[in-house]
């Protein structure tokens, strides 16, 4: 897994181009450009990093405006250390629809169909959810 630092959001865009990390580690909230612009901007590239948000906050509308920006999960900034390497470690693991589809030796269009069925049986809008409440369960 390949990982970069920077403690600017307006270095975070040429970090990336420069040391290409599998995954960011975004602060929600620093100086400079809000988190939010930031993952959407990271996201247009055409190899993107998968983004991970840390925050101190868990407000619903914060957590659904980085989802929609293409956030894949989120940590807490009081979280111990060792859960956010392993938070890090399972979304740079993560795979997508097309993915899924060549391990599982099926149409990606099927995996879209289950996993649509999924979010309505369970009743959540993403992936991130499902984790929550399988993290939730196992607790």
Not at 69 to 76: E, I
């Amino acid at each position: 897994m390949r990982a970069g630092a920077t403690s600017r959001r307006s270095r975070s865009p040429p970090v990336v181009e420069e040391q290409q990390p599998d995954v960011v580690l975004m602060d929600i909230r620093m100086p400079g450009r809000d988190g939010l612009s930031t993952t959407r901007e990271l996201l247009t590239r055409p190899t993107p990093p998968r983004v991970l948000m840390l925050t101190t906050f868990d407000s619903d509308d914060l957590v659904l405006g980085a989802l929609r920006a293409g956030v894949l999960g989120f940590v807490l900034k009081d979280t111990p250390p060792a859960r956010i390497l392993d938070a890090v470690r399972t979304v740079a693991d993560g795979l997508g629809n097309p993915e899924i589809a060549e391990r599982l030796h099926i149409g990606i269009a099927t995996v879209k169909a289950h996993t649509g069925n999924l979010f309505a049986k369970l009743t959540v809008e993403n992936r991130v959810q499902i984790a929550l409440l399988v993290r939730d369960a196992e607790e």
